[in-house]
């Protein structure tokens, strides 16, 4: 990560896809606890030991001490005898145990001289069945026993091996807590795949991710932070966000500069939230006793009708091509200082350029007309990406807002979407984020401080007072360097 944003930005990330991780977990930790309980055996470890003896006894004290020196001798020369692949071998074949590799069963023996004495402790770790183990190390005894006999029969003195313990069960390793370790391990394993995947995913994602980001790519302020409206539902507090949010966009559009009452709301591709800001924007005006006509441009894939839940019987389509009078197309919803002109109609537009209906002399003559009736007009454009129609209307209004979409909209197409108004010499308002993370952008995070709801018939005093607080915040801001000069 480039900076303390992006790395902020990938946890983000990361934190919203956190159910899959425990979705993940969830899979992997039991798959693998069964699996690793399944391939791993129980392991007995057996203990016995075996004393290597003189055949004599010394008559004096120095010549016992000798033979004694001699055992410890003998004692420790015999653990090469035990720990044998020939003595393993015959243990095996004695116990009737069919091994191809009898060096696995060696490297299971472990034999020790006991506090430096005659005395060897030999160990086996035996697999699932102790009696066996048992009989395999009763076998390894006495295969240990003839070899020493072999070893030291020529001696003076010689030495057998004489067995002091017969070997018994001296620890059973479970191999649950092995299955637990190797589930952890692997459950960590997936967590730490998740999140090279996520840096991964993050490095190579194009879409816009911050508030940053956003001005840093365009030199246009983020002026409202839109919080996705899917979570949002349930609490009053919840939908008090996303009111609050369309009250600082007004906010900003009210204070951007005189004269701006036409505004088209445009997106650089489909899906970005653009007709849910026009209706959001819309609705938030009219609550401030402003007239105002939502205007539907999108002819190709009309919402808004569905969106405010009524049906015209003439649109903008019907207007433009003569079909109807503007008072027809004219819709009053529930808010009383709100109309709407959708786009539906009743002409087959399949043979009909609608981009060159929005170019066109009867379109510019609608906007006067609407303009000297209504304190603001906004316009609801088709998506950039797919459609010349919203460039035909940015030409012609007093300023344009920009959607995009958090973890949606691609740089490519905010780089395209700029460029397309710059070349119309287009007024841009500035860019509001939908689906934001709370908190996000220089004026998401204000939403916090409202506690007050606006109601239908007017403003409360707290949010008139933010308003013109962000008014003057909004005006500083065009005028700080770096920006882009509208």
């Given at each position: 990560?480039n900076?303390?944003?992006?790395f902020?930005?990938y ?5 919203k ?5 425990w ?7 039991p798959?693998?606890?069964i699996?690793a309980?399944?391939m791993?055996?129980?392991q007995?470890?057996i203990t016995?030991k075996l004393?290597?003896q ?7 004290i ?6 004694s020196?001699?055992s410890?001798?003998a004692?420790l020369?015999?653990?090469s005898l ?8 015959v ?6 145990i069919?091994s191809d590799?009898?060096m696995?069963?060696?490297k299971?023996?472990?034999v020790k001289q006991?506090n430096?004495?005659n005395v060897?402790e ?16 009763a076998?390894?005894?006495?295969a240990s026993d003839?070899?020493i006999r072999?070893k030291?029969?020529s001696?003076?003195?010689?030495f057998?091996g004489v ?12 191999p649950?807590l ?5 589930a952890?391990a692997?459950?960590?394993i997936?967590a730490a795949a998740?999140f ?8 190579a ?5 911050s508030?940053?980001?956003f001005?840093t790519?365009t030199?246009i ?5 839109i919080p ?5 539902i349930g609490?009053?507090?919840?939908v008090n966000?996303?009111s609050n949010?369309?009250r ?10 005189k ?5 088209a709301v ?8 653009r ?7 819309a609705?938030?005006?009219a609550d401030?006793?402003?007239m ?7 002819m190709h ?5 569905r969106?405010l839940?009524f049906?015209p ?14 008072a027809?197309t004219?819709n ?12 539906v109609n009743n002409?087959?537009?399949?043979s009909i ?7 066109s002399?009867?379109f510019?003559?609608?906007l006067k ?5 209504f304190?603001?007009v906004?316009?609801?454009t088709p998506?950039i990406e ?7 209307v940015?030409g012609?209004v007093?300023?344009?807002l920009?959607?995009a979409?958090?973890?949606h909209?691609?740089?490519d197409?905010m780089?395209?979407?700029i460029?397309?108004f710059d070349?119309?010499d287009?007024e841009?308002?500035?860019i509001?984020t939908t689906?934001s993370?709370r908190?996000s952008?220089a004026f ?7 506690r007050?709801?606006?109601?239908h018939t007017?403003d409360s ?7 013109n607080?962000?008014g003057v915040?909004n005006m500083?801001r065009?005028?700080l360097?770096?920006k882009r000069?509208?």
């Amino acid at each position: 990560m480039n900076s303390n944003t992006n790395f902020s930005e990938y946890l983000k990330l990361c934190a919203k896809r956190l159910s899959v991780l425990w979705l993940l977990i969830a899979f992997v930790f039991p798959v693998s606890l069964i699996a690793a309980k399944i391939m791993t055996p129980v392991q007995y470890t057996i203990t016995a030991k075996l004393s290597v003896q003189s055949d004599v006894m010394g008559e004096t004290i120095a010549d016992q001490y000798n033979i004694s020196e001699l055992s410890r001798s003998a004692a420790l020369t015999s653990i090469s005898l035990i720990d044998n692949s020939d003595t393993v071998l015959v243990a095996l074949k004695a116990s009737k145990i069919k091994s191809d590799r009898p060096m696995d069963y060696q490297k299971r023996i472990t034999v020790k001289q006991t506090n430096d004495s005659n005395v060897l402790e030999i160990v086996v770790v035996f697999d699932s069945d102790s009696v066996l183990g048992e009989t395999f190390m009763a076998n390894l005894l006495n295969a240990s026993d003839q070899r020493i006999r072999d070893k030291f029969q020529s001696s003076n003195p010689s030495f057998r091996g004489v067995i002091d313990d017969p070997g018994r069960v001296s620890h059973i390793n479970s191999p649950w807590l092995i299955s637990f370790g190797f589930a952890f391990a692997a459950s960590g394993i997936t967590a730490a795949a998740f999140f090279i995947f996520n840096i991964f995913s993050f490095a190579a994602d194009r879409t816009l991710r911050s508030s940053q980001k956003f001005e840093t790519l365009t030199r246009i302020p983020v002026i409202a932070a839109i919080p996705p409206v899917a979570r949002m539902i349930g609490t009053e507090r919840s939908v008090n966000q996303v009111s609050n949010a369309y009250r600082v966009l007004r906010s900003a559009i009210k204070y951007s500069r005189k004269g701006v009452r036409t505004i088209a709301v445009c997106s650089p591709s489909p899906r970005d939230g653009r007709t849910s800001v026009a209706i959001g924007l819309a609705q938030a005006l009219a609550d401030t006793n402003a007239m105002v006509l939502l205007l539907e441009a999108d002819m190709h894939r009309p919402n808004i009708s569905r969106e405010l839940r009524f049906d015209p019987v003439f649109g903008l389509g019907d207007l433009l091509l003569g079909k109807a009078n503007l008072a027809a197309t004219i819709n009053k919803t529930s808010n009383r200082n709100l109309y709407v002109i959708t786009a539906v109609n009743n002409v087959n537009m399949n043979s009909i350029d609608v981009c060159d209906l929005l170019d066109s002399d009867v379109f510019t003559e609608l906007l006067k007309a609407v303009e000297s009736q209504f304190d603001y007009v906004i316009i609801d454009t088709p998506a950039i990406e797919l459609l010349p129609d919203a460039a035909a209307v940015a030409g012609k209004v007093d300023g344009c807002l920009i959607v995009a979409q958090y973890g949606h909209t691609r740089t490519d197409m905010m780089k395209f979407a700029i460029d397309v108004f710059d070349s119309l010499d287009s007024e841009v308002i500035g860019i509001v984020t939908t689906n934001s993370p709370r908190r996000s952008g220089a004026f998401g995070s204000v939403s916090r401080y409202y506690r007050t709801r606006n109601s239908h018939t007017g403003d409360s005093i707290i949010t008139t007072l933010l308003d013109n607080f962000f008014g003057v915040v909004n005006m500083i801001r065009s005028k700080l360097p770096g920006k882009r000069k509208n």
